[in-house]
Nanobody, 126 residues
Framework: QVQLVESGGGLVQPGGSLRLSCAAS????????MGWFRQAPGKEREFVAA????????DYADSVKGRFTISRDNAKNTVYLQMNSLKPEDTAVYYC???????????????????WGQGTQVTVSS
């Protein structure tokens, strides 16, 4: 069993930055693929970014490519999402999730992920 806890959300002006963290407990994350998803009011949860167990091969949704960076620190059992040049359309609840890397799941598919955090709210507004 893996427990994931997100933090770092908040209110930021357009063009600003935030860094989200996702801390894991229960098991080491070093053998898991980690992903970030988001869900805006009235919309379905969507893929944002994911990273392999080694920290390589990051993948990003087109809407955040070049603005967001996913990274991980396996020694700290934590994954991060650095968000720059934020836009109002980035407003959502952001969730981290993970699945075992030995399983050939798709980074972008919600169904691939076994464990989810409770989410952290990000609001981009002036």
């Amino acid at each position: 069993q893996v427990q994931l806890v997100e933090s770092g959300g908040g209110l930021v002006q357009p063009g600003g930055s935030l860094r989200l963290s996702c801390a894991a407990s229960g098991r080491t994350l070093s053998s898991y693929v980690m992903g970030w998803f988001r869900q805006a009011p009235g919309k379905e949860r969507e893929f944002v970014a994911a990273i392999s167990w080694s920290g390589g091969q990051p993948d990003y949704a087109d809407s955040v490519k070049g603005r967001f960076t996913i990274s991980r620190d396996n020694a700290k059992n934590t994954v991060y999402l650095q968000m720059n040049s934020l836009k109002p359309e980035d407003t959502a609840v952001y969730y981290c999730a993970c699945y075992p890397s030995w399983r050939n799941g798709g980074y972008r598919s919600l169904a691939s992920y076994d464990y989810w955090g409770q989410g952290t709210q990000v609001t981009v507004s002036s």
